[in-house]
Every structure is written in structure tokens, then in C-alpha cells.
């Protein structure tokens, strides 16, 4: 018996194709109030052109959770500026850079949840593997931990963290395909495989998009599974 | 007395770390202590943002913006190196499998309590980043900080005054004048600076202070 069937091989083909014509189109249906993670530790990993169409697309009151709050005048700090954002949840908002963030904090115009790094990595990645919380040991006896659950678990304390979950992930791969398998280009990996699990929609910006098969099985970093969108975007800076 | 310099203090605690160490170093201070591991020595340098097997920085117009350091700055990988994602980074430091970070300080109290990542000023911009992760997850840590502040008051201290990193986790302290271990029984001086006495010292740090000094 035969199993397969190149006809429907071909249709199966045709029914995914996850890659966007633009990074407009990616981001057309980010809504009003929507949150939204952004991937990047500095400039590594950063989806700026995805950044970019977000401001054009015009959602505000925009929760960002990202690891940074922005530097310079451009990319996340461009969002900030343009007042779309009301609360950001990340580890390090101070920068020498920072300055739109760090005025907007000081006007009380914008909310901070500070999170530990490690935190901030375990709570989106908890909520893309579906645990409801865990007990760390990061922060504990900290103004971080206060109002926290806390428990002594064989000896040692730990705080309760909570899933962090999102709207959207926009997300910077180095290579993509149309199923959305992703692979990175060194530090730029960061925060995109648990943030492309953690957003019911998640966006990837890629410096290339492949023929199907040519990312190899073995290799494949961010499985298909959990990326909605790729978008074919040379960064500028990865000469 | 002769203070040790940013640089001898680095050289010291390069010396304390041992081949095949997995090492995170923090921001600042510590990054001096790359420029003095033994050359002989393999040891792999963690970087947060998720390399292991972190190299120098790369010949002037080799930088590449996807590989950075955890201070944003370009480095290079050596070869064995790793990328991976700030979850496993992350969970490589809170699961206890670096064996030593070496991080700076404001403040850490006599049972190795640490302050380093808020001054808790009222127009200060709380940025905590990976310093409590740190804290916590090494099996050592090292934290290298000069003696006494700018005003001459010691950072070694009863209690913290700045808001805490961690609580008790701060086994060894290099400082310019010493180098002091953080044990159930109090602050053990091991080594201390030329041409200073133990009773200078411990006039200096207003802490009690236990001698176990090796020359």
C-alpha cells in the first residue's frame, strides 16, 4: 500500500505558507491595548524593521514586555517616544542611553515592572510551556519579592513568579522557512525562542527565507510550531 | 600601605580561579579579571545574553553586531563555544552550574549579604538586570569592590544600607587593602594589602574582623 499521495502533497503545501509580503502586513492586526514582547538584548536580536512597522501601524496603550526599555532615538525608543506604550515589563530600563524612557518613568508617564532578568526568561518561558508560576530563588529578600508569595523548599527560600503571556511576539531570526522554523545568528537568539512560545501571535523578521527542508531538522532552533509569521527583512547591521 | 590598583586587584582574583572553571564575570569591575586569566589555563567565560566560550574582543573592524557581551559590548567566541537562549543562560546560573561569579559591589554586609544592582535614591531608575540571578545561582561568589567608599566609610558593612541583590550569598571579597571570606563564624581576613597592619584594617571596616592571614 502506498501512503503517500502526491496530490494532496501538494495541496498540504499550499495551505501553509506562514511568510508576509511586508512587515506592514505583518503587524496590521496588533490591537489598541494589545501586549506585546520584544525580542533583543541590545541591538542583537532586535526586530527593528518590525518595531518600525508597529509605530507606523498606530496601535497604542501598549504593553511591552522586552529586556530593555529602549536607547537612542530609534527602535523601541521610537515606540516610547511616540507615547504608544503604557507599561513596560522588563530587567534593565536604565541605559546611558535611555533617555526617552527615563523621562517618560520620571513624568510618571509610563508604568515599570521591574524583573529580574533570569525571571523575566522563566516567566515567558513558563507561560509558553504552560506552568502557572514557579518558586525561584532569584530576588528573594528583595524589594523585587515584596508582596510575593515565598516558600522554604528543602532548606532553601524561593519567591512565586508568574507566567508572563502575550498578544504578540515580534522577534528577530536569522533564517526562516514558510512552516516557521527559525535559526539565529549568535547572541541575536536571546530572548526569541521563549518569547515565540509564550504570544498567541508571533512575529519573525528574518534575513532570509529558505525552501522548505534546506534548515536542517537537527539544527532547527525555534520549531515551526510556535511562530505565526515570517518576514523576510535584511537587517542593516549584519553586514 | 599599598592599595592595589583595578588591574592588580583583577590580577589577584584571576589567580583564585581554577582550570576548567565555568566563570561569569559581571559588569565593571569585573570584566578587568578576563584581561588576567592564565593563559595556560583553559577556563570558559559565561556571558548572560547567552554565550559560553567568550573570547576577547575582536580586532578593530571584526565587531559583529549579533555578538556582544552582557555589557553590549563586541566580543568574540572561541572555539568549543556555545550560543544559546536567555532561559537556558539563565537557568545555567539559578541551577548552580557556574562555579564562580565574580560581580561588584556598593555594599556586602558581614554574612556576605549584597547590595550592587539600586542605590534606592527617589530620581533613581531601578535597573536590576541579571545581577540577582548571579547572586543566587554560582556555586562561588566573588565580589571585588574597593575597601571604602570616596568618603573613606567602609563598604563592608553590619547591614546593607542600599537595597539587597541577595541575602547571604557572597563568599569571598577582593578588595585594595584585602581579601576577606565570608564563614558562619564572621569575616575571615586572608590576605591583606603591604604595609597595612590587621588593627589598621580593622579600624578601617568598622566590622569585627577574624584573622587568618597567609603570606
Known amino acids: 500500500m502506498r501512503l503517500s499521495n502526491s496530490v494532496n502533497h501538494q495541496a498540504f503545501i499550499d495551505v501553509i505558507n506562514k511568510t508576509c509580503e511586508s512587515t506592514e502586513a505583518a503587524v496590521a492586526d496588533v ?35 522586552c529586556n530593555n526599555a529602549g536607547s537612542g532615538e530609534t527602535g523601541l525608543a521610537a515606540l516610547l517616544k ?31 515592572e521591574l524583573s529580574p532578568q533570569g525571571n523575566l526568561a522563566e516567566r515567558i518561558r513558563a507561560a509558553g510551556a504552560g506552568i502557572g508560576g514557579f518558586f525561584t530563588p ?34 528577530k531570526a536569522y533564517q526562516g522557512d ?43 532552533v525555534t520549531p515551526g510550531i510556535f511562530v505565526q509569521r515570517v518576514v523576510r527583512e535584511k537587517s542593516t547591521c549584519n553586514a | 600601605m599599598q592599595r592595589l590598583t583595578r588591574e592588580q586587584m583583577a590580577a589577584r582574583v584571576a589567580r583564585d580561579i581554577p582550570e576548567g572553571a565555568y566563570v561569569n564575570l559581571g559588569i565593571g569591575l569585573p570584566t578587568l579579571v578576563g584581561n588576567h586569566l592564565p593563559k595556560d589555563r583553559e577556563i570558559i567565560l559565561h556571558s548572560e545574553n547567552g554565550l559560553l566560550g567568550m573570547g576577547p574582543a575582536p580586532a578593530p573592524g571584526q565587531e559583529d553586531e549579533d555578538l556582544i557581551n552582557a555589557g553590549k559590548q563586541p566580543v568574540t567566541l572561541l572555539t568549543g563555544g ?5 532561559a537556558d543562560s539563565f537557568g545555567m546560573m539559578r541551577g548552580g552550574h557556574l562555579d564562580i561569579c565574580v560581580l561588584g559591589a556598593f555594599q556586602v554586609s558581614v554574612r556576605g549579604d549584597l547590595a550592587n544592582w539600586h542605590t534606592g535614591l527617589p530620581d533613581s531608575i531601578p535597573a536590576v538586570g ?12 566573588f565580589v571585588m569592590m574597593e575597601h571604602l567608599t570616596r568618603e573613606g566609610a567602609s563598604k563592608i558593612v553590619a547591614e546593607c544600607a542600599y537595597p539587597l541583590t541577595g541575602v547571604a550569598c557572597v563568599d569571598r571579597i577582593y578588595t585594595d587593602l584585602a581579601v576577606l571570606d565570608v564563614s558562619a563564624e564572621g569575616l575571615i581576613v586572608r590576605e591583606i594589602c603591604e604595609g597595612l597592619s590587621f588593627d589598621e584594617l580593622q579600624k578601617l571596616s568598622g566590622v569585627p574582623l577574624l584573622s587568618n592571614i597567609q603570606k
Request: glycine residues 12%; proline residues 3%; neutral net charge.
Open chain 1, 31 to 65: 490591537h489598541h491595548g494589545a501586549t506585546v514582547m520584544i525580542g533583543g538584548f541590545g541591538n542583537a536580536g532586535m526586530p527593528s524593521a518590525l518595531i518600525d512597522a508597529l509605530i507606523a501601524q498606530g496601535a497604542g496603550e501598549l504593553t511591552i514586555i
Open chain 1, 82 to 112: 511616540a507615547g504608544r506604550v503604557r507599561k513596560i515589563i522588563c530587567s534593565f530600563p536604565r541605559q546611558s542611553d535611555s533617555h526617552i524612557f527615563d523621562a517618560l518613568y520620571r513624568a510618571g508617564k509610563i508604568e515599570l
Open chain 1, 138 to 171: 532569584t530576588g528573594y529578600g528583595t524589594l523585587l519579592a515584596q508582596g510575593k508569595e515565598t516558600r522554604c523548599i528543602e532548606g532553601r527560600n524561593y519567591v512565586l513568579e508568574s507566567p508572563l503571556h502575550a498578544d504578540f511576539a515580534l522577534i
Open chain 1, 178 to 220: 514558510r512552516w516557521g522554523n527559525l535559526v539565529y545568528r549568535k547572541a541575536g537568539r536571546n530572548f526569541g525562542p521563549v518569547m515565540a512560545s509564550a504570544a498567541a501571535c508571533t512575529i519573525a523578521q528574518v534575513d532570509e527565507v529558505l525552501e522548505l527542508g534546506a534548515l536542517d531538522p537537527e539544527a532547527i
Open chain 2, 82 to 86: 556555545a550560543y544559546f537562549h536567555h
Open chain 2, 130 to 141: 541579571g545581577a540577582m540571578d548571579l547572586a543566587v545561582g554560582a556555586k562561588q561568589v
